[in-house]
T-cell receptor, first 110, second 113 residues
Framework: QKEVEQNSGPLSVPEGAIASLNCTYS??????FFWYRQYSGKSPELIMF????GDKEDGRFTAQLNKASQYVSLLIRDSQPSDSATYLC??????????FGKGTRLSVIA | GAGVSQTPSNKVTEKGKYVELRCDPI?????LYWYRQSLGQGPEFLIY????????DSGLPNDRFFAVRPEGSVSTLKIQRTERGDSAVYLC???????????FGQGTRLTVV
């Protein structure tokens, strides 16, 4: 079974700064990588996916994947208080289905 | 449907009772996942369906838990002889294929008293 590791946080950043969230995974056969945002009391919401090594940008969000290092990250530029949430890293591929890390709690301070 | 639908939203049951939780995935999605989430934790994988068959049920904690998807669409998670430790939010997600993005329903909050 795959393992997905994330720092639980909380990660605190000031409004307008860049928030950097990191994730490592154990299965080298992993093929698809996702970042979800979860507000308290709500379901996870997909914000980014990445399949290939390198960077993928979508608005204020950039996902970075390094398969050799088994590492995926999410950068949030110009962080806003509304970005305060738990960010979940998820991985699928190889012989096991979609599994999640425990999440990193982000707090953006106004 | 437009999104993943889970019913009921909330379920309170007595210890030892049987419960069923329903998930209606996005139309056309062949992959369906069940997760359990406790406070402060990430979603814990329970079972994954590809079509009608359970492709991976390695996350089911014990034989009190069972899930079906008889027609490859709606799925039901069944819990027998519920225990207080089963209290959690049960999440369902679906995706169009095995490796593409999955979308979640709003979850069912199960409380065993």
């Amino acid at each position: 079974q795959k393992e997905v590791e994330q720092n639980s946080g909380p990660l605190s950043v000031p409004e307008g700064a860049i928030a950097s969230l990191n994730c490592t995974y154990s299965d080298r056969g992993s093929q698809s990588f996702f970042w979800y945002r979860q507000y308290s009391g709500k379901s996870p919401e997909l914000i980014m996916f990445i399949y290939s090594n390198g960077d993928k940008e979508d608005g204020r969000f950039t996902a970075q994947l390094n398969k050799a290092s088994q590492y995926v990250s999410l950068l949030i530029r110009d962080s806003q208080p509304s970005d305060s949430a738990t960010y979940l890293c998820a991985v699928v591929g190889g012989n096991t289905p979609l599994v999640f890390g425990k999440g990193t709690r982000l707090s953006v301070i106004a | 449907g437009a999104g993943v639908s889970q019913t009921p939203s909330n379920k309170v049951t007595e210890k030892g009772k049987y419960v069923e939780l329903r998930c209606d995935p996005i139309s056309g999605h062949t992959a369906l996942y069940w997760y359990r989430q406790s406070l402060g934790q990430g979603p814990e994988f329970l079972i994954y369906f590809q079509g009608t068959g359970a492709a991976d049920d390695s996350g089911l904690p014990n034989d009190r838990f069972f899930a079906v998807r008889p027609e490859g669409s709606v799925s039901t998670l069944k819990i027998q002889r519920t225990e207080r430790g089963d209290s959690a939010v049960y999440l369902c997600a679906s995706s169009s294929t095995d490796y593409t993005e999955a979308f979640f329903g709003q979850g069912t909050r199960l409380t065993v008293v």
